[in-house]
């Protein structure tokens, strides 16, 4: 026999039991009511361990971001005078801009540092939500839950007559 008849011929006996066990499974599973009962059980706990699995992912990123901000934001502060707040904001957007190719959770930090002064904050996430990558925006959506900024807070705790427009406004 040649090697190619051999190959052939276990081929063919490898196709068979491979079509034999789907076969075979195919009859258990619409014929056996353990079997499909073992079945749902398994898909039930692999969706369970999925779940968990991804709980436990969303909980250490978020672990892994509020330690990363608090920590930048003790080894470099917030200014809090309005000519250098100004500056500020310029160099976090710039240095934010160049991270975010590279180091995403880096360049979300000096977004947030840079929406932490900015006046208008709800403008500066509309901007970042458009012009910011995806993952990027998360983190710093991710942040502000984390530690909101003074300017963010105060919008927060306005009462919603507050929110209202008076005349003086409308002008």
């Known amino acids: 026999m040649s090697t190619t008849s051999k190959i052939l011929a276990i081929t063919a006996v490898a196709a068979t039991a491979i079509t034999g066990y789907a076969i075979y499974f195919d009859y258990q599973r619409r014929n056996s009511p353990n079997f499909r009962k073992s079945l749902?059980?398994?898909?039930l706990k692999q969706k369970k361990l999925k779940e968990k699995q991804e709980n436990e992912s969303k909980q250490s990123k978020l672990e892994n971001v509020k330690t990363a901000l608090m920590e930048d934001l003790v080894k470099n502060p917030i200014p809090t005078d309005l000519n250098e707040?100004?500056?500020?904001?310029?160099?976090?957007?710039?240095?934010?801009?160049?991270?975010?190719?590279?180091?995403?959770?880096?360049?979300?930090?000096?977004?947030?540092?840079?929406?932490?002064?900015?006046?208008?904050?709800?403008?500066?996430?509309?901007?970042?939500?458009?012009?910011?990558?995806?993952?990027?925006?998360?983190?710093?959506?991710?942040?502000?839950?984390?530690?909101?900024?003074?300017?963010?807070?105060?919008?927060?705790?306005?009462?919603?007559?507050?929110?209202?427009?008076?005349?003086?406004?409308?002008?």
């Not at 749902?40 to 898909?43: E, L, V």
């Not at 012009?131 to 925006?137: G, I, M, N, R, S």
């Open 40 to 43: 749902k059980k398994n898909q």
């Open 85 to 171: 707040r100004e500056q500020f904001f310029m160099e976090q957007v710039a240095i934010g801009e160049q991270k975010s190719k590279s180091n995403s959770l880096d360049a979300a930090i000096c977004f947030y540092k840079a929406l932490a002064v900015y006046p208008n904050p709800t403008d500066i996430l509309g901007v970042y939500q458009k012009t910011v990558p995806e993952d990027v925006y998360e983190l710093i959506v991710m942040m502000v839950a984390i530690a909101p900024t003074q300017n963010i807070s105060s919008i927060l705790n306005k009462n919603p007559a507050e929110m209202k427009p008076t005349e003086e406004d409308l002008d």
